[in-house]
């Protein structure tokens, strides 16, 4: 069976910026203020990020008074790690490192 890996999750996820903010939330929920203390990005640059990952799923939010906090979804990580985990299985058995087409 052919594994299948989200190509828009990894697109998302390929942002350095974006994978910044998840490596900040993977530690704690974070809200937008800390985000731009930690990252050093502009206010309006970290929003438009935050709304791509909230829009992929990856993060989830939070609302406490004025302020917004943003919550990483670990299962999200969890699903695109597990598919670039079973590529890495399917290439180590014997019968894909053997099985090479003949060329045209």
């Known amino acids: 069976m052919m594994t299948s890996v989200d190509t828009d999750l990894v697109r998302v996820l ?8 998840v490596t900040l939330l993977a530690n704690e929920t974070l809200c937008t203020s800390h985000l731009v ?7 309006t640059n970290l929003s438009n990020h935050l709304r791509v990952l ?3 799923g990856v993060v989830e939010t939070e609302p406490c008074g004025r302020y917004t906090y943003y919550k990483l979804r670990p299962d999200v990580i969890e ?15 014997t019968v894909a490192a053997e099985k090479k087409r003949p060329c045209a």
């Open 79 to 93: 699903a695109v790690a597990d598919s670039f985990a079973q590529l890495a299985a399917t290439a180590r058995t």
């Open 14 to 21: 390929a942002d350095p910026l974006r994978l910044q903010i």
């Open 54 to 56: 909230r829009e992929a």
């Open 37 to 43: 203390e930690e990252t050093g990005a502009r206010q």
